[in-house]
């Protein structure tokens, strides 16, 4: 048997064959199986995605001067606006849970339940129904980046509110029903899962190593260029080395900086920049509306320092084989851990190669 004579050898031959990848952030496995990526698909396709060709829809809760759902009118605004959700599921005004605490002989909680409070926000980017951030200029997107900055002073400065969280779903297959551009912000009495282990992890590295964990983590992609998509002079865009989804990106800060107020206008506009370079590069992949989670991971404001924590947003898109096949996470990645086909570092590299020009731009 002939086995690989250097690290780089072992690494490629690694990446062949099975086998598992570790996240620090959240300090969990996922399976990589590279050769199941030939394997023949008779499973579930999705019908092909639409983009809108209107830039007003009378018919569009979100559209400017229409009516919403919960009632009210929105103003005829014209650029970003941002409005109390109509069915938020936060509210500011809770009690607490009728449902008691129980506990067995030794005194465990395995019945536990307790109020939260919070406050949930819609974020138009646009007054046009038919853009998204791949088709709005850079300067269109730096507003909607001050706009995310002004709600996380001013959602973090309230004094029960501990976390932040600004997110965007885009398309159908991400729960999305309306097409016109926005995303959500979700202010929370407490720390949602997902930023509490990565609290925790930035935590316990800092504390044993002495440094960044992202810091360290940014410095070793830098090295190795397999993953990095591109990078301007504040961020880095690269397929984590961890990462579930066939296509999943992070987008990390250059600097370390524990949130979006510690940019400065240059750093703002390199942000806006990564933002439409990333999803033009998403929307020409499939030259499809490409759906997608996306979310900023900061500092919570609880009022301490934090100075583990490292400004960086997730991309987490479904589309796995092109615009009508999606990623399901189903039987082994629920019941046993998170498994993908399509390597990292081959995502990085389709990613890459696409052009910065968006497909409907070229017809």
């Known amino acids: 048997m002939n086995t690989p004579a250097n690290a780089n050898e072992l690494s490629n031959h690694l990446y062949k064959q099975p086998h598992r990848r570790f996240n620090p952030l959240t300090r969990e496995w996922v399976l990589v199986s590279p050769h199941r990526s030939e394997r023949p698909w008779r499973g579930r396709t999705e019908p092909a995605v639409s983009p809108a060709t209107v830039a007003y829809d009378p018919g569009c809760y979100l559209c400017p001067g229409n009516e919403r759902a919960g009632g009210a009118s929105n103003p005829n605004y014209t650029s970003t606006f941002v409005f109390t959700n109509d069915f938020a599921a936060l509210t500011p005004d809770v009690h607490p849970p009728d449902v008691p605490t129980r506990h067995d002989e030794g005194g465990r909680a395995l019945i536990l339940a307790e109020s939260e409070a919070g406050i949930c926000r819609v974020v138009c980017f646009s007054p046009r129904h038919d853009l998204t951030l791949a088709r709005m200029s850079v300067e269109e997107i730096l507003r909607v980046v001050d706009l995310w900055v002004e709600q996380y002073s001013e959602l973090g400065s309230l004094p029960y509110i501990n976390y932040v969280q600004i997110f965007e779903n885009r398309g159908e297959m991400m729960g999305c029903s309306n097409p016109h551009p926005h995303g959500q912000i979700w202010a929370n009495q407490t720390i949602p899962n997902e930023p509490q282990k990565e609290q925790a992890a930035q935590q316990a590295y800092a504390e044993k190593n002495g440094v960044c964990l992202l810091c360290d983590y940014l410095q070793m992609e830098a090295q190795a260029q397999t993953r990095v998509i591109f990078e301007n002079e504040h961020f880095t ?26 940019l400065d206008r240059p ?97």
């Open 237 to 262: 865009t690269l397929v984590p080395f961890w990462a579930i989804w066939p296509f999943e990106v992070m987008v990390i800060c250059k600097r370390h900086v524990r949130d979006l107020l510690a």
């Open 267 to 363: 750093a703002r506009a390199s942000l806006a920049e990564m933002l439409k370079m990333l999803t033009t590069r998403y929307d020409n992949l499939f030259e499809t509306p490409f759906p997608y989670s996306m979310g900023f991971h900061q500092a919570p404001t609880n009022g301490n320092a934090h100075p583990e924590w490292h400004l960086h947003a997730h991309f987490y898109p479904p589309l796995l084989r092109s615009a009508t096949i999606r990623k399901f996470m189903v039987g082994y990645e629920l019941l046993a851990s998170p498994q993908r086909d399509i390597t990292p570092e081959a995502a990085a590299a389709m990613l890459r190669n696409l052009s910065e020009t968006h497909y409907a731009e070229r017809r």
